[in-house]
């Protein structure tokens, strides 16, 4: 019994795939995406800390207004500090239907000090196209606070000068993907790899059939299907949950200079080499000596310079990295010398210009 149970977790073991990733995991289908909405609204009911009459919130105020067949006088100036002109913006997700709700995000264009207690009038929000897609309104959540004295001192907590609004926008109108019209299904992957790519319609044609599927380029794999929304949503849904071998990435070192942060990849490899790091300081004494003369004597009291001058160098031996090492051999050399973040940078410059470092070098 056993001896059975060991072959069957053996065949498991050996049927499961190395680095199997979903396809839904690695990319997505072209044309199902999100899209941005922008807006230019008015947020009111401020307690004092809005824009305090500038001219375009003015010139705003007076647009709304016009809405409900309200005519102010062209040289009447409101006062505008429970007003201020706001932008808006949130993002459609794919398939969004007229009557869904959206959450928005408001930001003060202008002077205000916050938008706490305002109330966003209602603003259309348009695509890329110019087109109207969903309607805005709603009372603002701002997790910012400020406060200002008398004597002109203020404290300021986060942002008070944005908010949010939960389900603040409506949708309008829907955006056609054309994913059901299209000749073909196009996959396309979030990393360009040719490898995947040729991974991905392998494992498509395995699945459903051969010539099905095809990798255009080292982002795109091109799929047939039947016309139809409701058979291309099925087989898309097969096609994502289907296990991929994903290719292992080009050897990178990336490298953060602002903070020191290094990160190296699984993939990197190093030639033979030869390292040694140490540290040379000069450090310079600056001392002052009165010269007094003997009693009696024609000599004068002089001040003598005296310097030191000394030269400290950190002794570390020279370490050999032998040829074709894997990452943790390459954190274990660097770490015998001790090498801080900072030096492990000029180290791994010294090594890509040698020739010896196998890998891409990327600097922040």
Known sequence: MIRMLLACLAALLVAAPAHADR???????????????????????LPGTGDDNLEYTV?????????????LPPNMNPGMKNAAVVMVTAEL???????????????????AKSLRGGSLILTPLLGADGQIYAMAQGNLAVGGLGAEGADGSKIVVNVPSTGR?????????AVATGFDTAPTLTFNLARADLTTAQNVASAINQRLGGGVAQAIDAVSVAVRAPAGAQVRTALMSEIENLDVNSAEPSAKVIVN????TVVINSAVRVGPAAVTH????VRID??????????FSQGQTAVEQRSGVAIDEEKK?????????????????????????????AILEALKEAGSLKAELIVL
């Open 278 to 281: 140490g540290k040379l300081t």
């Open 93 to 111: 997700p794919p398939f969004a239907k007229p009557g869904q709700r959206l959450d928005i995000t408001v930001a003060s264009m202008g002077k």
């Open 23 to 45: 396809v839904k995991d690695l990319g997505g289908f072209q044309g199902i995406r999100s899209n941005q909405l922008t807006g230019y609204g008015v947020v009111v009911g």
């Open 165 to 173: 609004i939960p389900e603040g926008a409506t949708v309008e109108r």
């Open 286 to 295: 600056e001392n002052q000596r009165i010269s007094q003369p003997a009693p």
């Open 317 to 345: 031996p020279m370490f050999l990295i032998n040829p074709g090492p894997k990452l943790a051999d390459v954190v274990k050399a660097v770490n015998a010398i001790g090498a801080s973040p900072a030096d492990l940078v």
């Open 59 to 71: 010139q705003s105020l007076k647009a709304v207004a016009s809405r409900f067949g309200l005519q």
């Open 257 to 260: 200079a602002r903070t020191g």
